[in-house]
T-cell receptor, first 116, second 116 residues
Framework: GDSVTQMEGPVTLSEEAFLTINCTYT??????LFWYVQYPGEGLQLLLK?????DKGSNKGFEATYRKETTSFHLEKGSVQVSDSAVYFC???????????????FGSGTRLLVRP | GAVVSQHPSRVICKSGTSVKIECRSL??????MFWYRQFPKQSLMLMAT?????????EQGVEKDKFLINHASLTLSTLTVTSAHPEDSSFYIC????????????FGDGTRLSIL
């Protein structure tokens, strides 16, 4: 079945460092890919998405490119801030299905800690 | 962006109590709502998918008599944890989708349930 694999955390960086969180996926169809962020004690917020190969999703300085050849969707940010400290989840969904279930399959999450 | 409201944010109650959690889509019609459970420092586990006006579809291993889901309108779904016990303590998160192609799930802020 479909699956998502994320790099294990925690990832600890100093402020203004470059961030990469790796995400690879396995899917039989042509999924859409997402990054969600979860701040402590809160639900998930959609950070960015990409719906087809070579699409680049971007938001708040974060970006990720849908790479079909490597089945990857790595999250990057050029200069992290303390406020970026959170758990980041990579996810996929086959939104092309017509049955409207649109299940999300999540990776295990990667905790990011940014120190001042 | 789309807003999903989840209430209450925190519940503390005695063992044997039934607890109801509400999930509302505030600015769009949610044809499909999802209920997740999240254990500390772990990913989200999908419990069930509910479509407005029909019975929920539960994931394998989730007790449907224990976790009652109602999706009576396009803006409201409820999860009732019946006769809750300490092992039901967890973080429960709902999400909602309009069901249209390429539209992602939007998440509530979660409910932390603590059973004493």
């Amino acid at each position: 079945g479909d699956s998502v694999t994320q790099m294990e955390g925690p990832v600890t960086l100093s402020e203004e460092a470059f961030l990469t969180i790796n995400c690879t996926y396995t899917a039989t169809g042509y999924p859409s890919l997402f990054w969600y962020v979860q701040y402590p004690g809160e639900g998930l917020q959609l950070l960015l998405k990409a719906t087809k190969a070579d699409d680049k999703g971007s938001n708040k300085g974060f970006e990720a490119t849908y790479r079909k050849e490597t089945t990857s969707f790595h999250l990057e940010k050029g200069s992290v801030q303390v406020s970026d400290s959170a758990v980041y989840f990579c996810a996929l969904s086959d939104l092309g299905r017509r049955d409207s279930s649109y299940k999300l399959i999540f990776g295990s999450g990667t905790r990011l800690l940014v120190r001042p | 962006g789309a807003v999903v409201s989840q209430h209450p944010s925190r519940v503390i109650c005695k063992s044997g109590t039934s607890v109801k959690i509400e999930c509302r889509s505030l600015d769009f019609q949610a044809t499909t709502m999802f209920w997740y459970r999240q254990f500390p420092k772990q990913s989200l586990m999908l419990m069930a998918t509910s479509n407005e006006g029909s019975k929920a579809t539960y994931e394998q291993g989730v007790e449907k008599d224990k976790f009652l889901i109602n999706h009576a309108s396009l803006t409201l779904s409820t999860l009732t944890v019946t006769s809750a016990h300490p092992e039901d303590s967890s973080f429960y998160i709902c999400s909602a989708s309009s069901g249209y192609s390429n539209q992602p799930q939007h998440f509530g802020d979660g409910t932390r349930l603590s059973i004493l």
